[in-house]
Structures are given as C-alpha cells and as structure tokens.
C-alpha cells in the first residue's frame, strides 16, 4: 500500500523521537557496531540462501533499472547487520565506508533514522531522504529500504537502495518494493516450490509473471501453505491455513481442472473478480514441455532437448498458430525459467529504432538518447531466452549485426567502446518461410543458418488432432464463473469442422465473442459467426486430417444435420465423397444408400 505523504512524515517524526530517547543528538557519528570476523563469517554461512537468491536471481533483473546511477543494493539480515552490498560506493563519505561493508550494521538505535533500520522498525518499505536522516553525518546520502518476510510472514531482512540523492524518491521506493516483493516470491518458492501446487492471481490476465502478482502454494487438499503479502491485499485477508475453496469458492478439482499455466478467471469471496494461473511443483526433474497432439509434441520435446544443448531454434507456422505460446512453454520447462525470457517483435519496431532498442546505447551516444543509456533488448535476455519473433521483417543492415552478436557472444552498445558479454539461448519465429526468403535475397543466408539450428514448423490448428481439447481449454480460459461449464456436441462439431484460417488467435477470439453473447446461457450457433455456420466457399485445407479430430458423434451429428445428404456435406466440409465415405465407414457410421444431387452414392 502506498504511504502518504503525512504518513510518511508521521514515520520519521516517530523514529526522530525514538533516537531521542536512545539518546542520540544529532551531532553524534554513527555507530556501526560491526561484528567481528568469527561472528560475520558465521552469519553469512548461516543466510547462504537469502545472499544467492539475492546475487543471482534478483539482482540480474533489476540492476539495468538503476542506469548509471551511482547507487548500492544492500542486502541485511533481520536485525539490521549488512550482509553484502552491491554496486558503487563513488557516494559513499569516506569516513562511513566501513558502514558499507559486510558485518556493519544499520540500527536505528546506532545510527539514527535511516531506510535500512528505521524499515526494519517500522514492518514497512520507506524512503529516508538526505534531510531525514537523525544524524547529520548521514545526510549525504538517501536510501529506500523494503522488509523481506519468509513464507511464513517471519521477518527476515531488508534490502535497500541507497544514493546520493540523484535517484527520485519514488523511483527508488518503487524499485525496493518490486525488488522486495521478487525476493520474498523466490524465497517462498525455494522453500516449498518443489513439493506443492502454487496458484499466481493478479487483477489483470497480462501481469501474472510480475512480482506483483499474489502467490499462494497449497497442499493437495487445497490448503495454503504459503502464501506472499501481495496475496493478503489482493484477497483482503491473510490466505495461510484457509482452502482454495474458502478463498475462491471453487472446488479444487474444478480449479485443477483448468489447463495448467493458461490464465482463467475466479472470484475471491466479495472481491472482484481476479485471473489466475496454476502451476504443478517445480520438482527436481522439471515437467517436460508437452501437447496432445504429436505434431506438436514432438517439437516440444526435440525443442527443449535442443536448446538446452545451445542451438538455436526456428519456430516457423501460419500466423496465429501459437508459435510464442510454444515458446513460453519452451522457457517455463528449460532450466532458464527463472531466468528473463525476452520477446522481441521485429516486425513492431520502427526499423530506425530497431538497433537502438536491440543493442543498446550508452549514455549521449546520439541526439534523443536517453540520458542514462539503454542496456537494449539483447542485454536484458542476458542468461535467459531472447525471442525474435517476425524475424523475416528484420532490416538488412539489423540482420548483419545481430550475426555479429551470435557469432561474438558479445555486444557492442551504441556509442560504447566496451564490448559485453551476453550468454543467451536464441529462439527466432517466422511465419514466412525464412528459406525462400533467403533464396529471394531478403534475409542473410549467413544469418539463417545461425538461428534455424533446429527448424520447428507448428501445424495449422485444421491439421491438429487436439483440437477438441484446444476448444475445451479456452472455453474454460475465457469462460466467466457462472456460465455454462460444457460446450454443447453442437456447437463442438460446428468448430470443429472450420477450416480455422486464423488458426488458434481465431478460435481463441471467436470463442471470447461467443462467450460474451451467450452470457449465462449455453453457447449456441447463434453465438457463432456466419462464416463458422456457411459451408467454406473454398476448402482451406485436405479435410481428411480436419476429421481425424472429429469424433464419431461428431460426424453422425453433421451427417443428421445436412439431412443425411452426403455430397453435400462433403460439399460443407470441402472433402470428395470418397473420402466422406471412407471416414464415415472408419468410424463405423453407415449413411443411407438414397440418391443424392440426382446421383446415386
Ligand atoms: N496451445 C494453446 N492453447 C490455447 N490458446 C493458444 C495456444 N496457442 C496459442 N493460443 C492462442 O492463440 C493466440 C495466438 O498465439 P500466438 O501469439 O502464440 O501465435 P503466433 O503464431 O505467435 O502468431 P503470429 O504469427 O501472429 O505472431 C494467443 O493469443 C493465444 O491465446
């Protein structure tokens, strides 16, 4: 929650009293009371999983956010005592610098009013801005600090930023906050993630992988066993030790039995309605990527096996057929998963901007650059997954220096002389067919070999043999608490039988319209578009594999429904009569022998 400004000012007014009556004034010099070699090496054995989750998973993907600022990222333990301190000290008054290594500490009643201890006071992140500060010694400097709990709600440290002043207040507390909050999130999910069910909510379907998103882990049950602080003001209550079903009003098989990973809507008990997402425990030996149809299988399974060995990967398909959700699913099952996955649209960018946002720039390095610089896409996919979807619509000249960055593992920011080094994985899409486009002379033959290590071309949903369940799930996806939970055989075999030009992105649109129009009653053809009740004017695909996925109700419902006229369903379906036949007979389905268009069958 964020604190007001006359709240704020209560926060310091009381921490100013409370160094009164420790007895500080003033003009005293800071106490850091740090520990002796034995004790800190002690302490510092004991928080090894708080400093790693810090330093490796934390630290990565926030550090670009504080540009050239001249700053500290300081991680203490609960009482105050800094355990590591990370980034530059240029701020730092000389006489202070031994409070700005491991083992000195932060108390209020030591040092005065500062973020680190003063948050630690209080329960709560706050900003101690250079005035602010109880000591006059310390007013060179401006600090936010945010307290971390432990799934439990136990207090367990704080991490704080601290500079002189040159970062915004805001800025500063914000980042804390987030920093805090993904902190909190990866300690809960080290603590217990293996072994139990978490379930992410958020009051938005696109903010579910943000710090900000509520996390809750629950037995098998459905009680809460941990849970983080977002989670208690999302819901408006603490979650620990209730059900789901208390929660959520939702039996826990029902809410198990949404796809796992796709959002779907819920409601909290009196709150509104909030989107959801559930995940199985991240066990040792991570769940493989996977889908009911082999096609698609089998490219999850080749693909993930690929690029943890570092080959890159192209994935071509139609527009539509779901070629980054394959990717996302490919990141949530890679051991990167903790890591960014970054989503570059080449064809979105502006092609006088694509260099810029992809390379990077420092500081001054042209007129209009941002002043502090930008670390660019590709940095930020630094040890994780960089995504380079429409790569077909990437400039000449960005494709020759993106080669340059594949074979140097390194990259060049725009007005930098300093190559970086970046270990990413490459995953590229295309829904061009990238080798013609090389035999057309539009994209670099050097470069295509380069990213297409391994080429993956996605089926057209027509040609999928799950689409009934595709069907299923994003009714379930999309569907409000309250309407209908089935589709009725109807209305499955009329989406079934579309030819699906827009692939998943369609039906996935067709069912949002549908569900919207039916309200709380069943969905009918009524509900569907015109389009999806007409014959297609011209069959969009061989319809043998269309019907593959139909089952055999499916078929003996059309065939009733065009009155048993077989010609003219196979007309519907865009098929010959032979192979209508031949599918019909596969599935034990006789139609009656009676003439049909003036012909006999
Ligand atoms: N496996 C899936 N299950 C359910 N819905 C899916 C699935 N794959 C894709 N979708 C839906 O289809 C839409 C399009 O998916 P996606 O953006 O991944 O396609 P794409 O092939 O990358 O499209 P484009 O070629 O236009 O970039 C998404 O909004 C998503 O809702």
Same mark, same amino acid.
């Given at each position: 929650?964020?604190?007001?400004? $006359?709240?704020?000012? &209560? ?8 160094? @009164?009556? *420790? ?13 002796? $070699? ?38 203490? !333990? ?16 000389? #006489? ?74 805001? #800025? ?23 072994? *139990? ?10 903010? +579910? ?31 620990? @030790? ?15 039995? *949404? ?38 299988? %089998? ?9 943890? /060995?570092? =080959? ?10 779901? /070629? ?47 002043? /502090? ?6 940095? %930020? ?9 429409? =790569?077909? !619509? ?13 074979? $140097? ?29 090389? #035999? ?23 040609? @999928? ?12 996806? *999309? ?16 989406? +079934? ?71 003219? &369903? ?11 036949? /031949? ?5 034990? =389905? ?12």
């Amino acid at each position: 929650m964020a604190t007001s400004a $006359s709240t704020h000012e &209560l926060i310091i007014q009381a921490s100013w009293a409370r160094c @009164r009556e *420790h007895g500080l004034q003033a003009q005293c010099a800071p106490d850091f009371d740090c520990l002796s $070699s034995a004790e800190l090496s002690s302490l510092l054995e004991r928080q090894q999983a708080l400093l790693r989750l810090t330093r490796d998973e934390v630290l990565p993907q926030y550090a670009h956010l504080l540009g050239n600022a001249s700053y500290l990222v300081m991680l203490g !333990d609960a009482s105050g005592c800094l355990l590591e301190a990370w980034g530059t000290r240029r701020f730092v008054d000389p #006489q202070q610098a031994q409070g700005f290594v491991a083992g000195a500490r932060w108390c209020e009643q030591r040092v005065g009013t500062n973020a680190l201890g003063t948050a630690l006071v209080c329960g709560e992140p706050i900003h101690v801005a250079q005035d602010e500060h109880f000591l006059r010694q310390n007013r060179y400097m401006a600090s936010a600090a945010a307290p971390l709990f432990d799934a439990e709600r136990r207090l367990i440290g704080v991490l704080d930023v601290a500079s002189d002043g040159y970062l915004p207040a805001a #800025q500063t507390l914000g980042l804390v906050r987030m920093m805090g909050q993904s902190l909190e999130n990866r300690l809960i999910l080290a603590q217990q993630g293996d072994q *139990h069910c978490r379930l992410l909510f958020n009051s938005g379907p696109d903010s +579910l992988d943000s710090p900000w998103a509520g996390l809750l882990l629950f037995d098998d049950r459905g009680r809460v066993l941990a849970a983080n602080q977002r989670a208690d003001s999302l819901l408006g209550r603490d979650p620990l @030790r209730h059900s789901l079903e208390q929660l959520f009003q939702i039996p826990l098989r029902q809410l198990l039995a *949404h796809p796992e990973g796709q959002p779907f809507a819920l409601h909290a008990s009196g709150r509104n309605r909030l989107h959801c997402q559930w995940h199985a425990p991240r066990s040792a030996s991570r769940p493989r990527a996977s889908s009911s149809d082999p096609r698609v299988d %089998k490219a999850l399974a080749q693909a993930s096996l690929l690029l943890e /060995k570092d =080959i890159p990967l192209l994935v071509q398909g139609e527009t539509g057929v779901g /070629k980054e959700v394959f990717v996302q699913a490919l990141h949530r099952a890679s051991s990167r998963a903790g890591q960014p996955l970054v989503a570059v649209n080449c064809a979105a960018i502006p092609a006088e901007l694509v260099e810029s946002e992809l390379f990077g720039y420092d500081k001054g390095a042209f007129t209009g650059a941002h002043h /502090k610089g930008n670390p660019g896409l590709i940095r %930020k996919a630094d040890q994780g997954i960089l995504f380079l979807d429409e =790569i077909g !619509d990437m400039p000449l000249a960005t494709q020759a220096r993106l080669l340059r960055v594949l074979q $140097s593992r390194s990259i060049q920011p725009l007005g930098s002389g300093e190559p970086v080094a970046v270990d990413i994985r490459v995953v590229s899409a295309s829904n061009r067919d990238l080798a013609a486009e090389v #035999q057309a002379g539009r994209f670099r033959q050097d470069l295509y070999y380069r990213i297409a290590g391994l080429v993956v071309s996605l089926p057209p949903l027509r040609e @999928r043999s799950d689409q009934r369940q595709l069907i299923e799930q994003l009714h379930a996806r *999309h569907r409000e608490p309250g309407q209908p939970q089935r589709l009725s055989d109807d209305v499955m075999t009329l989406l +079934l039988c579309h030819p699906w030009p827009g692939n998943l992105r369609q039906l996935s649109s067709v069912m949002q319209v549908a569900l919207a129009l039916a309200g709380t009653q069943p969905i009918s053809a009524e509900h569907l578009p015109e389009a999806l009740l007409a014959p297609p004017a011209r069959p969009l695909e061989p319809a043998p594999t269309r019907l593959t996925s139909a089952a055999p109700g499916d078929l003996a419902s059309l065939l009733r429904s065009s009155d048993g006229n077989v010609s003219s &369903l196979a007309r519907a379906l865009g098929i010959s009569r032979t192979t209508l036949y /031949k599918r019909l007979r596969e599935q034990g =389905i006789e139609p009656d022998n009676r003439p049909v268009d003036g012909q006999r069958c």
